[in-house]
T-cell receptor, first 117, second 112 residues
Framework: NAGVMQNPRHLVRRRGQEARLRCSPMKGHSHVYWYRQLPEEGLKFMVYLQKENIIDESGMPKERFSAEFPKEGPSILRIQQVVRGDSAAYFC???????????????FGPGTRLTVL | GESVGLHLPTLSVQEGDNSIINCAYSNSASDYFIWYKQESGKGPQFIIDIRSNMDKRQGQRVTVLLNKTVKHLSLQIAATQPGDSAVYFCAENTGTASKLTFGTGTRLQVTL
């Protein structure tokens, strides 16, 4: 059973370009979470999605950032018009959430390291 | 001993000794706690979890202790090995939200 897959592993963009980060959850998992990590810091929650639904986006910046998890295909975190401050590691996690059951182990992917020049 | 580095506090232990990594949490409503291990360039790896109706849970070479009175969590690693060198994060979750809130992390350095 493959783990959480993320690609690309490393992404370099110039200021003003768009960044697209992809996450394929573990088989059988329908819940995806995105976190951002700055060097020497803990992970900060960004957004929680289920198939075709955004459940909690309280950690997502209001502008330039968006996320989706379509019925088919991976979850996408999209950053428009990137700035240097967007440089970070972005991690995706998935869980087999059952409705009404909040004690969920989240399995993390290897991350995408975004560098904005 | 324990020291504060530039950003992450660092705990240095000798191979074979026991390690204790501490974490303070702030949300008294948190009812589920997880310890993650993160090696350089990798994603967090689940180590052990504990629910708020417990105060101790043991795994293989690891034990997590939860003190809800003072909102403190600790991870004990027995017979620490070089492969245990990593950054360790505690994370908390409340029953009404699925997102995890991570602590700042502790870097564990195992010396031979």
């Amino acid at each position: 059973n493959a783990g959480v897959m993320q690609n690309p592993r490393h992404l370099v963009r110039r200021r003003g370009q768009e960044a697209r980060l992809r996450c394929s959850p573990m088989k059988g998992h329908s819940h995806v979470y995105w976190y951002r990590q700055l060097p020497e810091e803990g992970l900060k929650f960004m957004v929680y999605l289920q198939k075709e639904n955004i459940i909690d986006e309280s950690g997502m910046p209001k502008e330039r950032f968006s996320a989706e998890f379509p019925k088919e295909g991976p979850s996408i975190l999209r950053i428009q018009q990137v700035v240097r401050g967007d440089s970070a590691a972005y991690f995706c996690a998935s869980s087999p959430n059952q409705a009404g059951y909040s004690y969920n182990e989240q399995f993390f992917g290897p991350g995408t390291r975004l560098t904005v020049l | 001993g324990e020291s504060v580095g530039l950003h992450l506090p660092t705990l240095s232990v000798q191979e074979g000794d026991n390690s204790i990594i501490n974490c303070a949490y702030s949300n008294s409503a948190s009812d589920y706690f997880i310890w993650y291990k993160q090696e350089s360039g990798k994603g967090p790896q689940f180590i052990i979890d504990i629910r708020s109706n417990m105060d101790k849970r043991q795994g293989q070479r690891v034990t997590v202790l939860l003190n809800k009175t003072v909102k403190h969590l600790s991870l004990q690693i027995a017979a620490t090995q070089p492969g245990d060198s990593a950054v360790y994060f505690c994370a908390e979750n409340t029953g009404t939200a699925s997102k995890l809130t991570f602590g700042t992390g502790t870097r564990l350095q195992v010396t031979l």
